[in-house]
């Protein structure tokens, strides 16, 4: 490229005479007639204006103007001298060559992050050198930029989905363990196993490893609504819906893995509040913890939800003050505490992490206030109903 960047300069560098073949003199300058003709050349230009001793352009010498910066680029000093312009863009696509060459050498899933870190980058410093060269120079780097960068965005998306979908990858574990299970599907019989939940969202977990590892340069996470965006001009990986999950992914990390351990908790308070008038009492039994209220004044009560036993039991119990039959609720497993309050009505109260539970059952009442530890409510509704396992495809 030097070589034939260096030839072109030559060739378009045409008021220089040519260099005389080896042993030819040059002609003699005092031709006769020379004296005469030179006379009648400053006459002429005096009529026209011409300054006094001003020489004439020489012929070539608008085209010669024109390449200037493409000879400033190449240098003067022959093709193989160093120096130059032109050696910073030999170094780039060198750089750049050897970048889609390791892509190429990769087999897809590697775990290696998918695109560079910004600011060091060979195509996109490559693409900054070519706002500021002579064409054909500038259009040639800016071609080469984009096919570099195409070439780099499907090898990212393969890579990504390859990592995701494959043998270690989160999609087979999320697809068996999250849809049709609940908490994530309300109505289903089966629960997500405990382990499964912590190993997919725990963090280090599957999906916060992959994140990190292959999205996380493609993913703008300033704002309230994660965004994708390029890097490097590569395209992302993942689409804006495969995003949206993996934020809905780190709002149930936080909810549950807020300690930053890998055993899900969740810390709380809840409050009787109100109890029908015809009920002499309300008991919520939460694994080995009983709430009793029986219109006394309202005392919060501290939950650590699963627990030391698990928490495998919880019912609700409301006494009717003539003396029948109990008004009782139950759910069992390791979500029962959910179970138990998605038979109940929950509504926020005034805050983010404040809401308001009601059980209404055989015309009895009775109502609860919770308040997560955090900004963060585990119980707001859709926090979990609304995930679902992203899907990437290469």
Known sequence: ????????????????????????????????????????????????????????????????????????????????????????TLQL???????????????????????????????????????????????????????????????????????????????????????????????????????????????????????????????DMTGATWHVQAVNGVSPPVSQGAVAEFQRAQVIRQLFFASGGTVPSVQFSITPVNLSTSAAQVTLQLGALNVVYAHGPPVP????????????????IITPASGGNPVVLQATGPWALFRLFNQGSLRQDGSSDKYLLDFSQDGQEASFEIEAGSVFNPFAPGTLQDFRCPSLHG
């Open 1 to 88: 490229m030097r070589a034939l960047l260096a030839s072109m300069a030559r060739q378009l560098t045409l008021s220089k005479a040519p260099a005389l073949p080896k042993g030819m003199k040059a002609p003699a300058v005092n031709l006769p007639g020379q004296a005469a003709f030179n006379k009648a050349s400053s006459q002429l230009q005096g009529l026209l204006g011409a300054a006094p001793g001003t020489a004439p352009a020489l012929p070539g010498s608008e085209i010669d103007a024109q390449f200037a910066p493409l000879r400033d680029y190449v240098g003067t000093g022959g093709p193989n001298a160093a120096g130059a312009p032109v050696d910073l």
């Open 93 to 219: 696509l060198n750089q750049v060559q050897q970048q889609l060459a390791a892509l190429a050498a990769t087999a897809p899933g590697s775990g290696a992050p998918a695109a560079p870190a910004a600011g060091g980058d060979p195509a996109s410093l490559l693409q900054g050198e070519a706002a500021h060269d002579p064409n054909p120079v500038s259009r040639w780097l800016n071609a080469i930029v984009a096919t570099a960068n195409n070439l780099r965005g499907g090898s990212a998306a393969q890579g990504a989905a390859a990592a995701f979908n494959g043998a270690g990858g989160p999609a087979q574990l999320c697809q068996q363990a999250v849809v049709g299970r609940y908490p994530f599907d309300p109505s289903a019989s089966q629960g997500i196993p405990m382990g499964d939940f912590a190993h997919l969202f725990a963090p280090g977990g599957l999906l916060d490893q992959f994140f990190s590892t292959q999205v996380r340069p493609f993913v």
């Open 301 to 316: 009560t501290q939950i650590s939800w699963p627990g030391s036993d698990g928490m495998q039991v919880a019912r609700l």
